[in-house]
């Protein structure tokens, strides 16, 4: 086995993914690449389904081709079954005579003795097995498992999709009805910041197909159109993964591969093709097909098949607008503000990629994971519970105001004007590098460290440009909850070590995937909650996983190598946690030098500090713990049991809780008796109101959003140390809320007389 050769790389697989006209040519041409590279006799794949725990072979290169879609395996039966069953590769020499071997009559695999499978999976999710089968004097070899591992870890996302459309054809059941009528004024809530004014399009999946399938076309298109319109659909979404790719290398995956996979679905087309054929107009058939493919997976129990829903209607409305535009490209989205129930964060993706202007989400709690994206994509969004806005015409005049969560439909011209005066004054990147000194000190001369937060790597470009003094926090999970597969370590690496690269000689802290509550992973299925914000999720779902753990872990030594590396885990409860995390970090040091790959061998290793159940166990914590990290967000939702995305509950959320202050201050100074490094990095970090108090009580570092560098600089530059204290201490004498926000709102009415 060429075993150079095999180990191909992604880019040839999505390559090969990009020019297949089908499922079954995509999967065909699979077998053919790896039966060549490999030398093998046979090269099969079979794909799993999970509701019916029952193996299909899709795709064959050397066995009778009239077997595919035939034969069929229960998990665990025959040794194809067994390897899925078991997670492991089987490897006979002569596969007949095994027990649990399974004879198929007249596809002749018996033919062949030297049998091996592996199984496919994306993290814990079984996807299939790819086989190889040779004559017995051609028995396979350690390196040849390993080499293959490889490629079917590669071919694990292709194969995702590949099985998400296999699953799509069968009937459904009904769809709901949609809302109410029209409005001026709306009060939301801001969930990331900016403004925009542009043209209102409402994504209500019922109320687009339901257009789709009533309005008046005004003529037929003949087949030929249609094909023409698949055509040009279809370059649209390669050019726009392209931009993707370019714009957001860590979060790139292949967003818009589901939308291309149901374009080469022959089902799909053919379905169509046949309303056309029987009388129907092309747009009411492509708007009657998608109906029914996505009403199946409205009524999912599993995130990720509902997210697939928003993907065949977004190719709906694609296929149409082009159909009608006679194949010319057009952007479907660009320069208009999106109104929509709900969204994931490869939706946001998708609407960043084609420009979309602001977000504004109708109904619940905006989640943690998609504000923070939104902040990083620099994406004005506001969310709010009027439930109007979803009747709103197409194409009519929105103004978001995303500082004060305020949307204006239709405004009138005073409206406009108090807008663009304060579009005006809004800093830009330059103007905010002139106000931005070289380090942060309070007015009396202390250093202060300002670290950022980075969540996507296009954070990198304003960190970089205002000179912050490191990466507080790194939030890892966000290369995980984009895409719909876990990342493999290669892919983690890659987007890692373009993060170290980036702040040579400073601090840098990666924080363990922080998976679970609102941060959810829609293709990680195995567990449902009645309340996933206690449930399994942080360092739990690592320990738990430690073989994902392990990867993210290696790929995190590996990228930083050579810098000031630290490793923080999340939602830490117990000392006992803490050190079963660190072991996982020595094996993994012990498993690169064991292997000669570089790496660091020296990180710190601390703690996100969000739990009251660390507050009494604080001092241990601080001997064991080389840095804290104060997650102030979970920190204060878990001290004062209030749900932080639940709009009901919001006012009991209160980060000047006297609680919550003497909590802070009770850790800040177990971290100093104890040399512990500690630093903020929760949205009290960056909520000027708190900076005063939290310099009092002796917090050295703050870690925010770029966005919020120079704001926080600023207020560290307005306060003393002694007036900082000062501050912090009557505050922590306060046992009432209102007697500390009559004192937050002095030292606000001081800090404007002063100004």
Request: hydrophobic share 40%.
């Given at each position: 086995?060429?075993?150079?050769r095999?180990?191909?790389?992604i880019?040839?697989?999505?390559?090969?993914?990009?020019?297949?006209?089908?499922?079954e040519?995509?999967?065909?041409?699979?077998?053919?690449?790896?039966?060549?590279?490999?030398?093998?006799?046979?090269?099969?794949?079979?794909?799993?389904?999970?509701?019916?725990?029952e193996l299909?072979l899709?795709?064959?290169k050397?066995?009778?081709?009239?077997?595919?879609?035939?034969?069929?395996?229960?998990?665990?039966?025959?040794?194809?079954?067994?390897?899925?069953?078991e997670?492991?590769a089987?490897?006979?020499?002569?596969?007949?005579?095994?027990?649990?071997?399974?004879?198929?009559?007249?596809?002749?695999?018996?033919?062949?003795n030297?049998?091996?499978?592996?199984?496919?999976?994306?993290?814990?999710?079984?996807?299939?097995?790819?086989?190889?089968?040779?004559?017995?004097?051609?028995?396979?070899?350690?390196?040849?498992?390993?080499?293959?591992?490889?490629?079917?870890?590669?071919?694990?996302?292709?194969?995702?999709?590949?099985?998400?459309?296999?699953?799509?054809?069968?009937?459904?059941?009904?769809?709901?009805?949609?809302?109410?009528?029209?409005?001026?004024?709306?009060?939301g809530?801001?969930?990331?910041?900016?403004?925009?004014?542009?043209?209102?399009?409402?994504?209500?999946?019922?109320?687009?197909?339901?257009y789709?399938?009533?309005?008046?076309?005004?003529?037929?298109?003949?087949?030929?159109?249609?094909?023409?319109?698949?055509?040009?659909?279809?370059?649209?979404?390669?050019?726009?993964?392209?931009?993707?790719?370019?714009?957001?290398?860590?979060?790139?995956?292949?967003?818009?591969?589901?939308?291309?996979?149901?374009l080469?679905?022959?089902?799909?087309?053919?379905?169509?093709?046949?309303?056309?054929?029987?009388?129907?107009?092309?747009?009411?058939?492509?708007?009657?097909?998608?109906?029914?493919y996505?009403?199946?997976?409205?009524?999912?129990?599993?995130?990720?098949?509902?997210?697939?829903?928003?993907?065949?209607?977004?190719?709906?409305?694609?296929?149409?607008?082009?159909l009608?535009?006679?194949?010319?490209e057009?952007?479907?989205?660009?320069?208009?503000?999106?109104?929509?129930?709900?969204?994931?964060?490869?939706?946001?993706?998708?609407l960043?990629?084609?420009?979309?202007?602001?977000?504004?989400?109708?109904?619940?709690?905006?989640?943690?994971?998609?504000?923070?994206?939104?902040?990083?994509?620099?994406?004005?969004?506001?969310i709010?519970?009027?439930?109007?806005?979803?009747?709103?015409?197409?194409?009519?005049?929105?103004?978001?105001?995303?500082?004060?969560?305020?949307?204006?439909?239709?405004?009138?011209?005073?409206?406009?004007?108090?807008?663009?005066?304060?579009?005006?004054?809004?800093?830009?990147?330059?103007?905010?590098?002139?106000?931005?000194?070289?380090?942060?000190?309070?007015?009396?001369?202390?250093?202060?460290?300002?670290?950022?937060?980075?969540?996507?790597?296009?954070?990198?470009?304003?960190?970089?440009?205002?000179?912050?003094?490191?990466i507080?926090?790194y939030?890892?999970?966000?290369?995980?909850?984009?895409?719909?597969?876990?990342?493999?370590?290669?892919?983690?690496?890659?987007?890692?070590?373009?993060?170290?690269?980036?702040?040579?000689?400073?601090?840098?802290?990666?924080?363990?995937?922080?998976?679970?509550?609102?941060?959810?992973?829609?293709?990680?299925?195995?567990?449902?909650?009645?309340n996933?914000?206690?449930?399994?999720?942080?360092?739990?779902?690592?320990?738990?996983?430690?073989?994902?753990f392990?990867e993210?872990?290696?790929?995190?030594?590996?990228?930083?190598?050579?810098?000031?590396?630290?490793?923080?885990?999340?939602?830490?409860?117990?000392?006992?946690?803490?050190?079963?995390?660190?072991?996982?970090?020595?094996?993994?040091?012990?498993?690169?030098?064991?292997?000669g790959?570089?790496?660091?061998?020296?990180?710190?290793?601390?703690?996100?500090?969000?739990?009251?159940?660390?507050?009494?166990?604080?001092?241990?914590f601080a001997r064991?713990?080389?840095?804290?990290?104060?997650?102030?967000?979970?920190?204060?939702?878990?001290?004062?049991a209030?749900?932080?995305?639940?709009?009901?509950?919001?006012?009991f959320?209160?980060?000047?809780?006297?609680?919550?202050?003497?909590?802070?201050?009770?850790?800040?100074?177990?971290?100093?008796?104890?040399?512990?490094?500690?630093?903020?990095?929760?949205?009290?970090?960056?909520?000027?109101?708190?900076?005063?108090?939290?310099?009092?009580?002796?917090?050295?570092?703050?870690?925010?959003?770029?966005?919020?560098?120079?704001?926080?600089?600023?207020?560290?530059?307005?306060?003393?140390?002694?007036?900082?204290r000062?501050?912090?201490?009557?505050?922590?004498?306060?046992?009432?809320?209102?007697?500390?926000?009559?004192?937050?709102?002095?030292?606000?009415?001081?800090?404007?007389?002063?100004?």
């Amino acid at each position: 086995m060429d075993n150079e050769r095999l180990l191909c790389d992604i880019s040839e697989l999505n390559h090969l993914f990009r020019n297949s006209a089908s499922i079954e040519t995509l999967l065909n041409k699979a077998v053919e690449m790896v039966a060549e590279r490999t030398q093998a006799a046979v090269c099969s794949i079979y794909l799993y389904n999970p509701e019916k725990q029952e193996l299909t072979l899709r795709a064959t290169k050397g066995l009778n081709p009239d077997a595919v879609g035939r034969v069929r395996l229960k998990l665990g039966q025959g040794l194809t079954g067994l390897a899925l069953k078991e997670m492991r590769a089987i490897c006979e020499t002569d596969a007949n005579r095994n027990p649990n071997y399974k004879f198929f009559p007249g596809i002749f695999e018996e033919r062949y003795n030297a049998f091996l499978a592996v199984p496919i999976a994306r993290g814990v999710s079984k996807m299939g097995v790819l086989i190889l089968q040779r004559n017995s004097d051609q028995c396979f070899s350690e390196p040849d498992i390993k080499a293959l591992e490889t490629v079917a870890s590669q071919l694990g996302n292709i194969i995702e999709n590949a099985q998400f459309i296999m699953g799509i054809h069968e009937p459904p059941p009904e769809t709901p009805k949609s809302m109410p009528t029209e409005l001026k004024f709306v009060k939301g809530k801001m969930a990331a910041e900016g403004f925009a004014y542009a043209p209102a399009m409402v994504l209500n999946k019922h109320r687009s197909l339901s257009y789709l399938l009533h309005h008046d076309y005004g003529r037929t298109y003949t087949l030929e159109e249609l094909h023409n319109a698949v055509a040009a659909t279809e370059t649209q979404l390669e050019q726009l993964q392209e931009q993707v790719e370019s714009k957001l290398s860590d979060a790139a995956s292949l967003i818009f591969a589901a939308h291309l996979m149901i374009l080469k679905d022959q089902d799909f087309l053919g379905r169509v093709v046949r309303q056309i054929e029987a009388g129907i107009s092309a747009p009411v058939a492509i708007a009657e097909v998608a109906t029914n493919y996505m009403q199946n997976f409205l009524t999912s129990d599993s995130p990720y098949m509902r997210e697939k829903a928003n993907d065949i209607e977004d190719l709906a409305v694609r296929l149409v607008n082009n159909l009608l535009s006679k194949g010319d490209e057009i952007d479907v989205y660009r320069d208009h503000v999106i109104i929509t129930r709900g969204l994931f964060p490869s939706d946001l993706l998708k609407l960043s990629s084609e420009g979309v202007r602001a977000v504004v989400l109708v109904g619940g709690g905006v989640t943690s994971h998609i504000s923070i994206l939104a902040r990083s994509l620099a994406m004005p969004m506001v969310i709010t519970d009027n439930f109007d806005l979803l009747k709103v015409p197409d194409g009519t005049p929105l103004l978001i105001d995303a500082e004060m969560g305020n949307i204006f439909v239709d405004p009138d011209d005073h409206v406009l004007e108090t807008f663009w005066s304060r579009q005006r004054a809004r800093l830009t990147l330059s103007d905010q590098k002139k106000l931005m000194k070289p380090v942060t000190t309070t007015a009396d001369g202390s250093r202060i460290q300002l670290l950022c937060n980075i969540n996507l790597l296009t954070d990198l470009k304003v960190a970089t440009e205002l000179h912050c003094d490191g990466i507080g926090l790194y939030r890892t999970e966000f290369p995980f909850i984009i895409r719909n597969t876990f990342p493999s370590e290669a892919e983690q690496y890659v987007i890692y070590r373009k993060l170290v690269e980036s702040m040579p000689g400073k601090p840098i802290t990666f924080r363990t995937l922080d998976a679970g509550g609102d941060k959810i992973l829609s293709y990680y299925h195995d567990i449902k909650e009645q309340n996933p914000a206690m449930g399994m999720r942080s360092i739990r779902f690592s320990l738990q996983n430690k073989a994902i753990f392990a990867e993210q872990v290696r790929a995190i030594l590996r990228a930083g190598a050579g810098a000031d590396l630290r490793i923080m885990f999340p939602m830490i409860s117990s000392v006992d946690e803490f050190h079963e995390a660190r072991e996982v970090v020595r094996e993994s040091m012990a498993w690169l030098a064991a292997h000669g790959v570089e790496h660091n061998d020296q990180p710190k290793l601390g703690m996100m500090v969000e739990l009251p159940a660390v507050v009494d166990l604080v001092d241990d914590f601080a001997r064991e713990a080389d840095f804290f990290s104060v997650g102030t967000n979970d920190l204060i939702q878990f001290l004062l049991a209030v749900d932080r995305t639940n709009e009901s509950v919001a006012g009991f959320y209160l980060p000047h809780h006297p609680a919550v202050l003497r909590v802070l201050n009770r850790i800040v100074r177990a971290a100093v008796e104890n040399d512990c490094d500690l630093s903020i990095c929760g949205d009290m970090a960056h909520q000027t109101q708190y900076t005063p108090f939290l310099l009092g009580i002796g917090v050295p570092t703050f870690s925010v959003d770029p966005v919020y560098l120079l704001r926080t600089q600023q207020a560290v530059a307005a306060v003393s140390l002694s007036e900082a204290r000062e501050i912090a201490r009557e505050m922590l004498s306060k046992s009432r809320i209102s007697d500390v926000t009559a004192l937050l709102n002095q030292e606000k009415e001081r800090g404007t007389s002063d100004a």
